[in-house]
C-alpha cells in the first residue's frame, strides 16, 4: 500500500515569508510525528498527534511553528516569520498507534530553505 | 531526558567485510533501542528494534544489534557487508511511558562500502 507522502518535495522561501508542510499518514494510522533533520544532524522531534490532537508539542521551537490534524488523518505543518535556522528537512511519521511498540514509518520529507 | 551518542560520523569499509557501527545511550529509565537507515533520497526505514527480552536482536538485511545496559550501548553488526548497503544510520531511543513513542535520534552514521 502507500506509504507517508510528503508535500512539496522542496521548498524554497523567503526570510520571513509563512510555509505550510504537509503530510498524508498511512491510511488508518491514527498517530503522527513531526521530526527536523538539520544539515549534518539526526532528526529532531517536533510535535506529535494522536487523532485530531497533538499530545505532545514539546519540541516545537517557538510559538512560530505550529501544526493541526483537523480531521484526524492529513497534517500541516505551519511555520510563519521563517528565518534562515528555520532551513532543515522536516520528516513526517505515522504509526498504527502511539508508542515504542508500534513502528513509526517515515515520508521522505520536504527540504525547507530559506534564503 | 535521554540522549544518544554515535561515536563514529563515517566508516568506510570493503565489501564482504564485516562493520560495527557504535551507539551509546544515556537516560534515567528504560529505555526502548532502534535501529533505523536512511537510503539517500529515501525515507527513513526501521533496520531493528529492542523493546524487551533477547539482547541480541536481528533485524532486516542481515544486521543485527546487541543491547548492553551495563554499557549502555546498542552497537550495530553485519558479518559482510554489501555496496547496497551504503548509506546513512540512525540510532534511536525512546523512554517508553508517557513519551508516546517519540524518538530521540543520534547523529548519524555514514557507512561507505567499496568494491
Known amino acids: 500500500g502507500a506509504g507517508v507522502s510528503q508535500t512539496p518535495s522542496n521548498k524554497v522561501t523567503e526570510k520571513g515569508k509563512y510555509v505550510e508542510l504537509r503530510c498524508d499518514p498511512i491510511s488508518g494510522h491514527t498517530a503522527l510525528y513531526w521530526y527536523r533533520q538539520s544539515l549534518g544532524q539526526g532528526p529532531e522531534f517536533l510535535i506529535y498527534f494522536q487523532g485530531t490532537g497533538a499530545a505532545d508539542d514539546s519540541g516545537l521551537p517557538n510559538d512560530r511553528f505550529f501544526a493541526v490534524r483537523p480531521e484526524g488523518s492529513v497534517s500541516t505543518l505551519k511555520i510563519q516569520r521563517t528565518e534562515r535556522g528555520d532551513s532543515a528537512v522536516y520528516l513526517c511519521?505515522?504509526?498504527?498507534?502511539?508508542?515504542?511498540?508500534?513502528?513509526?514509518?517515515f515520508g521522505p520529507g520536504t527540504r525547507l530553505t530559506v534564503l | 531526558a535521554q540522549s544518544v551518542t554515535q561515536l563514529d560520523s563515517q566508516v568506510p569499509v570493503f565489501e564482504e567485510a564485516p562493520v560495527e557501527l557504535r551507539c551509546n545511550y544515556s537516560?534515567?529509565?528504560?529505555?526502548?533501542l532502534f535501529w533505523y537507515v536512511q537510503y539517500p533520497n529515501q525515507g527513513l526505514q526501521l533496520l531493528l528494534k529492542?523493546?524487551?527480552?533477547?539482547?541480541l536482536v536481528k533485524g532486516i538485511n542481515g544486521f543485527e544489534a546487541e543491547f548492553n545496559k551495563s554499557q549502555t550501548s546498542f552497537h550495530l553488526r553485519k558479518p559482510s557487508v554489501h555496496i547496497s548497503d551504503t548509506a546513512e544510520y540512525f540510532c534511536a531511543v525512546n523512554a517508553g511511558g508517557t513519551s508516546y513513542g517519540k524518538l530521540t535520534f543520534g547523529q548519524g552514521t555514514i557507512l561507505t562500502v567499496h568494491p
Open positions: 537516560s534515567s529509565v528504560s529505555v526502548y
Open positions: 529492542y523493546l524487551s527480552g533477547s539482547t
Open positions: 511519521a505515522s504509526s498504527e498507534l502511539g508508542g515504542s511498540f508500534y513502528e513509526q514509518f
